[in-house]
């Protein structure tokens, strides 16, 4: 079975654009959560999701928004870009419950110049 | 608010060795989780090892093991038998158990080296 997969690996951005980051997580994992990784610090929680409906948000301006669709697949989306934005994206996958593992992916690097 | 600290940011271990990474943590409540994780230079977090606040026994998986001391909100990762693949830079991660959220908590990160 394929693990969690993010698109794309890398991308670099200019401030005041857009990005798009994808996730399609384990299937039959129905619940997807993003992570920022900023360089040498430990992943901050952004969002959850599962069944299509946001379950959880970390401590994020609204310029960070997402969305899951009806195959449990996810995008982050990140309006008017900061250089502090640069970071590793993580997304992790799990069956919803309590007693579940979040499965990560390798993440998406994005450079904001 | 829960928060979770890592107060070593680097530490080495001759391979063969044993070496204790350390994690604290703060919170109210009374049932949680707890993780280690491992993330190596190719990025993907992985899963260690995990224990569940409600049981007294400390988790075991192989060569990795926890020191889990509830009052004391410290929860330690053991490595026994350092191999070269452990390289990498290890996370304790805290979930709360109230709620259907899978909100992970996580500290700053040790650095592992391996020395040969």
């Known amino acids: 079975d394929a693990g969690v997969t993010q698109s794309p690996t890398h991308l670099i951005k200019t401030r005041g654009q857009h990005v798009t980051l994808r996730c399609s997580p384990i299937?039959?994992?129905?619940?997807v959560s993003w992570y920022q990784q900023v360089l040498g610090q430990g992943p901050q929680f952004i969002f959850q999701?599962?069944?299509?409906?946001?379950?959880g948000r970390g401590n994020f301006p609204d310029r960070f928004s997402a969305r899951q669709f009806p195959n449990y697949s996810s995008e982050l989306n990140v309006n008017a870009l900061l250089l502090g934005d640069s970071a590793l994206y993580l997304c992790?996958?799990?069956?919803?419950?309590?007693?579940?593992?979040?499965?990560f992916g390798q993440g998406t690097r994005l450079t904001v110049v | 608010a829960q928060t979770v600290t890592q107060s070593q940011p680097e530490m080495s271990v001759q391979e063969a060795e044993t070496v204790t990474l350390s994690c604290t943590y703060d919170?109210?409540?009374?049932?949680?989780?707890l993780f280690w994780y491992k993330q190596p230079p190719s990025r993907q977090m992985i899963l260690v090892i995990r224990?569940?606040?409600?049981?007294?026994q400390n988790a075991t998986e192989n060569r990795f093991s926890v020191n889990f001391q509830k009052a004391a909100k410290s929860f330690s990762l053991k490595i026994s038998d350092s191999q070269l693949g452990d390289a990498a830079m290890y996370f304790c991660?805290?979930?709360?158990?109230?709620?259907?959220?899978?909100?992970?908590?996580f500290g700053q990160g040790t650095t592992l080296q391996v020395k040969p």
């Open positions: 992790a996958s799990s069956l919803v419950g309590m007693n579940t593992e979040a499965f």
């Open positions: 299937s039959g994992h129905k619940s």
């Open positions: 999701y599962y069944e299509k409906e946001e379950r």
């Open positions: 919170t109210s409540e009374s049932d949680y989780y």
């Open positions: 224990q569940e606040a409600y049981k007294q």
């Open positions: 991660a805290y979930r709360s158990y109230s709620g259907n959220t899978g909100k992970l908590i």
